[in-house]
């Protein structure tokens, strides 16, 4: 009598096909707001002033990836929960929003009105910090890949720092552009403030810990 000890076996996905399952998830999962808010501008559904409602969402939406992105280490290091594999896609979603905002206030803002442009830039420091934040993060997404790693080198790793200065230009941003001040600028500000403060922290501790002892 035969006797079928491998009965219907599934077939496991592999580690890298798992991976790239996820990332994909993760970047359809990622540009659904960007889909909906455009949908709700298509269909007359943003309210009395709908350039500025979309400009605004698609800003805000671009700080909560970059929240996300510098929130990957200290989860790893304070509650172990290691998504590394995942935070270079966190920050193209970033840079990706930023662009989609930054193509709002130029075409269907400003409609390509260059020195009206120019003249906000200078004239109002919210655009001036928002610019400031933009221009980091293209160099940051034109590196973000596996050939620049390895050509850069350490010097890649220097350059991705100034993400930190990136989310901070881009909290004042936001802190700056509503008239008033409500709770929501606050909160974010206040979240970057603590991310800051932990790489702070967490450099000044390794440089401390390299010193030698004195004898």
């Known amino acids: 009598m035969l006797q079928i000890t491998d009965v219907a076996r599934k077939p496991r996905l592999s580690k890298a096909l798992r991976f790239r399952l996820l990332r994909a998830a993760l970047y359809w999962v990622g540009f659904a707001p960007a889909v909906w808010v455009f949908y709700l501008g ?93 221009a980091i993060l293209v160099p940051l997404a034109a590196t973000s890949n596996d050939i620049m790693v390895r050509r850069m080198g350490s010097a890649w790793t220097k350059l991705h720092r100034w993400v930190y200065l990136a989310a901070a230009a881009a909290a004042v941003h936001y802190l700056l552009v509503v008239k008033s001040w ?34």
């Open 182 to 215: 409500p709770i929501e600028p606050l909160v974010y500000f206040a979240i970057v403030a603590v991310l800051l403060a932990y790489r702070l922290g967490k450099h000044l501790h390794r440089r401390r810990h390299r010193r030698p002892s004195a004898a």
């Open 42 to 134: 298509f269909t007359n559904q943003l309210g009395a002033n709908p350039i500025r409602t979309l400009e605004q969402e698609l800003g805000i939406w671009t700080l909560r990836f970059l929240i996300a992105t510098l929130t990957v280490t200290p989860l790893r290091d304070l509650m172990g929960i290691s998504l590394l594999r995942y935070r270079r896609t966190l920050g193209l979603l970033t840079f990706y929003y930023a662009l989609l905002h930054f193509a709002t206030y130029m075409l269907i803002d400003y409609r390509l009105d260059l020195q009206a442009i120019a003249a906000d830039i200078v004239k109002r420091p919210y655009i001036t910090f928002g610019m400031l934040a933009l």
